[in-house]
């Protein structure tokens, strides 16, 4: 029997510092909406964007993993983590096109990232090799999830998911944690028993557990 290779591939990269509920839910509607045959999660490694360090690579392997584990389709990657230098998102992008030539690759984020989208590193390369896929701002939101100029000039191929974008933070769940508050409910129970036990988010001072 021959092996078919997925033709339609999405990528959906981030910090997932902690993974929560609203990473999933976007997942898992681009997995239908794009009929995708995988998505990769790829948690970003030395990410050249954030301010702030981030957690060690191999906690925020774990909880990705624990996180998307449900969703059959998903596969959790770790090729940025394993990468040397800062990671960007057209590398990954270029290694899975040249791993499957032949397949439809779609990007995954939500509206704040598309915003900044003309910031990244070779965004127009992006956007050759990928069709966009983003999370709309809130319900309703059938356009401003989009740029201007992407409506009007045609310069990237881009899809609104059909979705809206659940107002949950990372930096709220991290701050809230580390207070001892932190919104349990935006967090799989098995994520919230793996930052407990490693005592992550805790003691922002010891980053080392």
């Not at 794009?34 to 981030?54: C, E, F, M, N």
């Not at 045609?154 to 659940?166: D, Y």
Request: charged residues 20%.
């Amino acid at each position: 029997m021959s092996f078919t290779p997925p033709e339609r591939i999405g990528l959906y990269g981030g910090a997932f510092d902690p993974p929560h509920t609203a990473h999933h839910a976007l997942a898992a509607c681009a997995i239908q909406q794009l009929q995708l045959d995988v998505l990769y999660v790829i948690p970003t490694g030395d990410a050249w964007h954030k301010s702030r360090t981030l957690t060690p690579a191999h906690h925020r392997l774990a909880m990705a993993k624990l996180h998307f584990g449900d969703l059959p389709l998903a596969v959790v990657d770790d090729r940025e983590l394993l990468r040397q230098g800062p990671s960007y998102t057209i590398d990954s992008l270029r290694e899975l096109a040249d791993a499957h030539p032949k397949a439809g690759l779609f990007l995954l984020m939500g509206a704040d990232q598309a915003q900044r989208f003309e910031t990244w590193k070779d965004w127009m390369q992006i956007a050759e090799l990928a069709q966009l896929a983003v999370a709309p701002r809130e319900t309703g939101d059938s356009s401003g999830a989009l740029p201007y100029e992407w409506h009007n000039h045609g310069l990237i191929r881009a899809t609104l998911l059909n979705m809206p974008l659940a107002n949950v933070s990372a930096t709220d769940i991290r701050s809230g944690l580390e207070q001892g508050s932190g919104p349990a409910h935006t967090l799989k129970p098995s994520v919230l028993q793996y930052i407990q036990h490693h005592h992550l988010y805790m003691d922002r001072h010891d980053r080392s557990l």
